[in-house]
Each structure stands twice: as structure tokens, then as C-alpha cells.
């Protein structure tokens, strides 16, 4: 059963716009939670993380928005790019040094 | 550094035939995690090792998959005999504990598209 969904499995947004990514967790035990962008040909590298004590991290263009009572988390990336065009994966942890639970990705376009 | 070294990139392979897929973490990295990747289901844990001792090996999907990892530096994902099923996308990656590093961060390889005919 996965912990770890992401119900859209693609996203496409004009470039200079915000591109909102999902993602949902049954688990209340997790509290890391992390993103990974992948491009073709390419493993998954590591975008944006975030504890279970904040509820939001930002990193340049990348926010992270962590929802505990909805078990919700999103990606918030603004403004989008076409190189940010990718696949994005979110994970969860419990503990940040141990087994991630993936989803199954959300495949990004951003249109020039 | 490096990063993680993953090989072959590609395998085409004959159902029943033995398959083995190679890993290098990175230099100093502590554990070593393989993945497989479905449309399906995403990216699924199959084992991982923590100074090279193998910590859950729940994911593996049956006796024909086994993984070891005989040092530090080395580790082998086997699929013995393969089949069509298995043909996925295969990743491995490193991370480093104890302290060193970003906690929690998993460097991942490039992968290996398996495809079993």
C-alpha cells in the first residue's frame, strides 16, 4: 500500500507561472519529508527538504509547505522555468536517516 | 567526486537468464540503498545496507532477487532467472549517517534499464 501519493501524475504550467506540486502521506509517524526532481536518462537528485517542525521551507525559487493535520505536503516553485520541466518525486521519513517511502512522481512540463 | 557509478546503464536480457546490476556508492557514505522504478508504483525500496550489513530486505519481491555487498565500495543487485516483470528501471544510492554530510540526503546513481524479453 503506498504511504507516500502523488495523485497527479503530470502538471503543465506557462513558463513564469507557479507550478504547484502534491503530495499526500498516510503515515503519521513520518516526520522528514523531502523532494527529488529527475530528468530522463538521469537519477533522482535532491531538490528541498523539510522537518515535521516547520511548516515551511524555502530554498531560492522552491518552497515546501508542510501540512500535518491534512497530511499534505506541496512543492511551490516560482517563478517556473522550462529547465524545471522533470519528473518530481516526494518522500517521507521516519527520521531523517532512514527508509524513504517515494511516490510515484509528477511529471512537470513548463511551456515557454 | 564521482557520485554513485551504477553499470551497465542499459541490459536486454532473455527470460531465465541471470542478471546482475552493479553499484558504487560514494567514497565515505555508510548505506546503500536499491530502488526500483514502475510507473506503477514509483520508486520502491527494494534493500538497503548500513555499513554493509544488510538492514531490510523487505522490498525484495521474491527469492529470485538477492543483493550483497561485500565491502564498502561494491554491491550487487542479482535477479536469477529473470523475468519479464522484472523490466524496470533499477537505481542504487549512498548516503551518508553518523553525522558527516546532510543526514537523510540519498545520492542516486543514473540507473540501469533492465528489460527482460
Known amino acids: 500500500d503506498q504511504q507516500v501519493k502523488q495523485n497527479s501524475p503530470s502538471l503543465s504550467v506557462q513558463e513564469g507561472r507557479i507550478s504547484i506540486l502534491n503530495c499526500d502521506y498516510t503515515n503519521s509517524m513520518f516526520d522528514y519529508f523531502l523532494w527529488y526532481k529527475k530528468y530522463p536518462a538521469e537519477g533522482p537528485t535532491f531538490l528541498i527538504s523539510?522537518?515535521?517542525?516547520?511548516d515551511k521551507n524555502e530554498d531560492g525559487r522552491f518552497t515546501v509547505f508542510l501540512n500535518k493535520s491534512a497530511k499534505h505536503l506541496s512543492l511551490h516553485i516560482v517563478p517556473s522555468q522550462p529547465g524545471d520541466s522533470a519528473v518530481y518525486f516526494c518522500a517521507a521519513s521516519v527520521g531523517p536517516g532512514n527508509q524513504f517511502y517515494f511516490g510515484t512522481g509528477t511529471s512537470l512540463t513548463v511551456i515557454p | 567526486d564521482a557520485g554513485v557509478i551504477q553499470s551497465p546503464r542499459h541490459e536486454v536480457t532473455e527470460m531465465g537468464q541471470e542478471v546482475t546490476l552493479r553499484c558504487k556508492p560514494i567514497?565515505?557514505?555508510?548505506?546503500l540503498f536499491w530502488y526500483r522504478q514502475t510507473m506503477m508504483r514509483g520508486l520502491e525500496l527494494l534493500i538497503y545496507?548500513?555499513?554493509?550489513?544488510?538492514?531490510?530486505d523487505s522490498g525484495m519481491p521474491e527469492d529470485r532477487f538477492s543483493a550483497k555487498m561485500p565491502n564498502a565500495s561494491f554491491s550487487t543487485l542479482k535477479i536469477q532467472p529473470s523475468e519479464p516483470r522484472d523490466s524496470a528501471v533499477y537505481f542504487c544510492a549512498s548516503s551518508p549517517r553518523g553525522g558527516r554530510g546532510p543526514v537523510g540526503i540519498q545520492y542516486f546513481g543514473a540507473g540501469t534499464r533492465l528489460s527482460v524479453l
Open positions: 523539510i522537518s515535521s517542525i516547520k
Open positions: 545496507f548500513n555499513n554493509n550489513v544488510p538492514i531490510d
Open positions: 567514497s565515505g557514505h555508510n548505506s
